[in-house]
């Protein structure tokens, strides 16, 4: 491999982990009661995840890859303490990841539901949205950078919170 390709497999690998991640930690910290060991299996998954990205196969979903991968490890984790009975059955842990990444659709049709919600909205709206979750802003901040009140801002900011909410159901009841 050279090292163009190399890069580019690892950006692959780091925006694939990047949304798969959550929902590994979920599973990890939902089967693992310490959360020491938890933290443990999840920097492990993640490792696993790296060595053996070569075995990924594209036609598959690569959250249900790595959790996957994260069930062996929780698995491993109370098969190496031994002395520790599985919290969970593996069917049980089955049943997880299966909820965890139907969950994962879910979220993921939320998201370009709110991608496509937000740009239907005004500019000024937009940019309120900016300054609030990008930038992190206080209704103060937001006034004073556009040069209204702070109530005014909180009033702005719930209606367009609420449109959005409103927005995101219609567009979650289309027909895909």
Not at 13 to 29: D, H, M, S
Not at 139 to 144: K, L, N, Q, T
Request: hydrophobic share 40%.
């Amino acid at each position: 491999m050279n090292d163009r390709s190399d890069t580019e497999t690892l950006e692959r690998l780091t925006r694939l982990w990047i949304e798969a991640e959550p929902a590994v930690r979920a599973f990890v910290f939902a089967s693992i009661s310490s959360f020491a060991d938890a933290e443990d299996v999840s920097q492990k998954v993640a490792l696993t995840v790296a060595r053996r990205f070569h075995e990924y196969d594209e036609n598959r979903s690569f959250q249900a890859w790595t959790l996957w991968l994260a069930k062996s490890r929780v698995i491993d984790h109370y098969r190496v303490k031994g002395r520790e009975k599985l919290v969970f059955s593996e069917p049980l842990l089955d049943q997880l990841v299966d909820s965890l990444v139907s969950r994962q659709k879910v979220q993921s049709d939320r998201g370009a539901a709110l991608e496509q919600c937000i740009e239907k909205l005004p500019d000024k709206s937009r940019r309120l949205l900016e300054l609030r979750y990008e930038d992190g802003a206080s209704a103060e901040e937001m006034a004073s950078i556009l040069e209204s009140t702070a109530g005014s801002v909180r009033v702005l900011l719930h209606r367009v919170r609420n449109l959005l909410g409103d927005c995101i159901q219609k567009e979650m009841r289309k027909p895909c």
